[in-house]
């Protein structure tokens, strides 16, 4: 077997390895994109979690064969960028956002759970909050009946403490 097939194999079973895990993935393409512009782009990728890879549309159309996203193989067109996650709002956050900075990144298709999404879902779901912010949200909500208990029980005594503090008053007025 030939070093360049094996190669390819690899990066199939890379890009296999990674929508297996994968709740969405994000294809755009990227012509006219400078190194920096890509190198940018990667970075921002990798701090939110998102894989992303320049794949051949024959390589990637064999990683996407019998996944959730076979639904994507027919927009394998062209040169193509390959993005997925198993946050699906953080591909969508980082390629939108990429996109609105950057004209020459150009937004062609995703998948979320096997569902098809067009480019106006793509940016709806960019629009969501993400994960962490779900999380706290979730703490806060679940924090908020005790902070009140401790609030109204704490009450008590300062009311207290502000009565006995009204009569000194009055006492020395007196």
Known sequence: MSTAL???????????DNLSSAQAAVLAE?????VSQLTELRKDAHSAGVYLKVVKNTLARLAV???DFACLDEHLVGPVIFSASDDPVAVAKVMSN???????LKITAGAMNGDPLDV???VALSK???REELLATLVATM???IVKLVRTMNEVPTKA???LSAVRDAKEAA
Do not use: M
């Open 6 to 16: 094996q190669k390819k194999k690899a990066v199939v079973s890379e890009v296999a």
């Open 98 to 104: 990429f996109a609105k900075d950057n004209d020459t």
């Open 120 to 122: 106006a879902g793509i």
């Open 65 to 67: 064969k019998d996944t």
């Open 30 to 34: 990227y012509r006219g994109l400078t």
């Open 143 to 145: 924090q908020a009946p």
């Open 161 to 163: 403490v502000r009565a």
């Open 128 to 130: 969501l909050p993400g």
